[in-house]
């Protein structure tokens, strides 16, 4: 079946505009989770959603990060006012069941670069 | 107390030969150790977990050995093939509530044919 999609696959764009990063996550899983792959961080937990709420937003690095998901499903990532150190690829994942050993699907990431 | 150190950074073993990429975490509440490899482009995918009442885990050429009391875990790698060139990532996480996965910083293999 379809895996984790995510796009765009690639996004360059201006310091200070917002982007939009979109996650359509496997059909039927419950628990979606951003993560933010760096070469000075590797990869680091963003925030974690079960059905449509976010009961885990610990690793947002600043308010100008936001998250949200509807209808269990699509999930998107906004990223507001965007700074140089937000250049990194942004991997979304999923899994059946919220558990902490649900196998964790991830799909191929949105590579951000800002110029 | 949440770092996962991992070592090598970059591993290069000859077709055939064994792999071995080490892992050391600190804080003793998780209980979930799963590694992950990656290709180039791509996200990373889930390759063997273990938890850590066992101390060993085989699946096909992959075996992880966890000691509880050393704090450490590794992935062995048996029979070698250019197909695992890859970046393997050791990560660790409570089972209890959400998986929010600390990675290691990754290791980059290479096996030469």
């Known amino acids: 079946g379809a895996g984790v999609s995510q796009s765009p696959s690639n996004k360059v764009t201006e310091k200070g505009k917002d982007v939009e990063l979109r996650c359509d996550p496997i059909s039927g899983h419950t628990a979606l989770y951003w993560y933010r792959q760096s070469l000075g961080q590797g990869l680091e937990f963003l925030i974690y959603f079960q059905g449509n709420s976010a009961p885990d937003k610990s690793g947002l690095p600043s308010d100008r990060f936001s998250a949200e998901r509807t209808g269990g499903s699509v999930s998107t990532l906004t990223i507001q006012r965007t700074q140089q150190e937000d250049s990194a690829v942004y991997l979304c994942?999923?899994?059946?069941?919220?558990?902490?050993?649900?196998?964790?699907?991830f799909g191929n990431g949105t590579r951000l670069t800002v110029t | 107390q949440q770092q996962v150190k991992q070592s090598p950074q970059s591993l290069i073993v000859q077709k055939g030969g064994i792999s071995i990429i080490n892992c050391a975490y600190e804080n003793t509440a998780f209980d979930y150790f799963p590694w992950y490899q990656q290709f180039p482009g791509k996200g990373p995918a889930l390759l063997i977990a273990i938890r850590p009442d066992v101390s060993e885990k085989k699946e096909g050429r992959f075996t992880i050995s966890f000691n509880k009391s050393a704090k450490q875990f590794s992935l062995h790698i048996m029979d070698s093939q250019p197909g695992d060139s890859a970046t393997y990532f050791c990560a660790a996480s409570k089972i209890q509530g959400a998986q929010k996965l600390v990675f290691g910083q990754g290791t980059r293999l290479t096996i030469n044919p």
């Open positions: 994942a999923s899994s059946l069941v919220g558990a902490g050993n649900s196998p964790l699907h």
